[in-house]
């Protein structure tokens, strides 16, 4: 792996600046296999998506820093992009291939959620986790394409991503290439008026490459999206801004792989999956609970929630046949 993680490893180490070793490494399950049945590929997505929770939780526990609810509504719809649905590897991005797919995080403080679905899909070393936040770390806070070579836009401040993404598919449309756009966005980032100029020049470009997943956990930062400024009746506004709207259970494999599947829409418009999601979940004391936006879980609260994760791991798979 090139990006000078080993060398940032051995320099954070010998400056003390190591985060702690986990309790286990997250297993690195890598892409669905090819020829996977759908039932192996949702089984081999939901085990990835507790093993990112997992790592994440540990992460900012021990940095005391992080957006854990806000990262745990969208780890289902990265770790499907990443592992299933994106047309992308490594190797790709190693050798920037013009033709991969490409992924925004509009909502960049989820950063340590992408860092940790990019390591369960070889993109990083697992090492590299050790490092979040640390001093000269390549994992900020909020992501940087100048660190990172998978990640493809540099976001944080809301409201910016969308219009990156928007130019990412009119460079693909141009092009005439088939390779599609997602672009992940937070509801109270809805509130932002440049993701609105972004959703109309979309719909004028026909941009049926780009397609964006709208995290509707319903709670920003402190407050109700609905109490703080209501997006409803949302599906409705992007339909008359003319997009495509597809609305799913965001912590549904199945529902995720179907709408993916879906897009590039036929019609020729962009796309936007509302993934209706939950904050903190499926952590019972963090799930819908306004508080964890950026709050930091202590030793007992990480140590529960790893107690739940690992009860939901163990009973993955026991349906299938
Ligand atoms: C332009 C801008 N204003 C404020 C912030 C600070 N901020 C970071 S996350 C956040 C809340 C975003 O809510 P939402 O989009 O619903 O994401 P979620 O918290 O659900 O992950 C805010 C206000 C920011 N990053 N950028
Ligand atoms: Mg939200």
Same mark, same amino acid.
């Given at each position: 792996?090139? !990006?000078?993680?080993?060398?940032?490893a $051995?320099?954070?180490?010998?400056?003390?600046?190591l985060?702690?070793?986990?309790?286990? &490494?997250?297993?690195?399950?890598?892409?669905?296999?090819?020829?996977a049945?759908?039932?192996?590929?949702?089984?081999?997505?939901?085990?990835?998506?507790?093993?990112?929770?997992?790592?994440?939780?540990?992460?900012?526990?021990?940095?005391?820093?992080?957006?854990?609810?806000?990262?745990?509504?969208i780890? /289902? $719809?990265l770790?499907?992009?990443?592992?299933? &649905?994106?047309?992308?590897?490594?190797?790709?991005?190693?050798?920037?291939?013009?033709?991969? /797919?490409?992924?925004?995080?509009?909502?960049g403080?989820?950063?340590?959620?992408?860092?940790?679905?990019?390591? $369960?899909?070889?993109?990083?070393?697992?090492?590299?986790?050790?490092?979040?936040l640390?001093?000269?770390?390549?994992?900020?806070?909020?992501?940087?394409?100048?660190?990172?070579?998978?990640?493809?836009?540099?976001?944080?401040?809301?409201?910016?991503?969308?219009?990156?993404?928007? *130019?990412?598919?009119?460079?693909?449309?141009?092009?005439?290439?088939?390779?599609?756009?997602? +672009?992940?966005?937070?509801?109270g980032?809805?509130?932002?008026?440049?993701n609105?100029?972004?959703?109309?020049?979309?719909?004028?470009?026909?941009?049926?490459?780009?397609?964006?997943?709208?995290?509707? !956990?319903?709670?920003?930062?402190?407050?109700?999206?609905e /109490?703080?400024?209501?997006?409803?009746?949302?599906?409705?506004?992007?339909?008359?801004?003319?997009?495509e709207?597809?609305?799913? /259970?965001?912590?549904?494999?199945?529902?995720?792989?179907?709408?993916?599947?879906?897009?590039?829409?036929?019609?020729?418009?962009?796309?936007?999956?509302?993934?209706?999601?939950?904050? *903190?979940?499926?952590v019972?004391?963090?799930?819908?609970? +306004?508080?964890w936006?950026?709050?930091?879980?202590?030793?007992?609260?990480?140590?529960?929630?790893?107690?739940?994760?690992?009860?939901?791991?163990? *009973?993955?798979?026991?349906d299938a046949?």
């Amino acid at each position: 792996m090139t !990006n000078g993680y080993a060398d940032l490893a $051995a320099a954070a180490a010998a400056s003390g600046s190591l985060l702690p070793e986990p309790d286990r &490494e997250i297993a690195v399950l890598g892409r669905v296999p090819v020829g996977a049945s759908r039932e192996a590929a949702i089984t081999h997505l939901q085990r990835a998506a507790i093993e990112v929770r997992r790592r994440s939780i540990q992460t900012v526990g021990d940095v005391g820093a992080g957006h854990i609810g806000g990262e745990f509504s969208i780890t /289902d $719809a990265l770790v499907t992009l990443y592992l299933s &649905e994106m047309n992308i590897s490594p190797e790709q991005v190693e050798a920037c291939d013009p033709e991969r /797919d490409r992924l925004v995080l509009s909502k960049g403080h989820a950063a340590n959620a992408l860092y940790t679905t990019l390591v $369960a899909g070889g993109y990083i070393p697992a090492q590299s986790l050790r490092t979040f936040l640390q001093p000269q770390s390549l994992l900020n806070g909020h992501p940087a394409r100048t660190k990172i070579k998978a990640v493809e836009a540099s976001t944080g401040p809301l409201g910016h991503g969308l219009p990156i993404a928007v *130019g990412m598919a009119l460079a693909a449309k141009l092009a005439r290439s088939p390779r599609r756009t997602f +672009v992940l966005l937070g509801d109270g980032e809805m509130q932002e008026g440049a993701n609105w100029e972004a959703i109309m020049c979309a719909a004028h470009q026909r941009l049926s490459g780009l397609i964006g997943v709208l995290d509707r !956990n319903r709670l920003q930062q402190g407050a109700r999206v609905e /109490d703080t400024n209501g997006l409803e009746p949302i599906a409705d506004k992007l339909r008359a801004f003319g997009w495509e709207v597809i609305e799913i /259970d965001g912590h549904d494999f199945a529902a995720l792989l179907d709408a993916f599947a879906a897009t590039p829409a036929v019609s020729g418009k962009p796309t936007m999956i509302i993934a209706h999601t939950d904050k *903190g979940a499926p952590v019972s004391y963090m799930r819908d609970n +306004v508080a964890w936006h950026h709050k930091v879980p202590n030793a007992e609260q990480v140590a529960l929630a790893l107690i739940e994760l690992d009860a939901i791991l163990a *009973g993955i798979g026991k349906d299938a046949k």
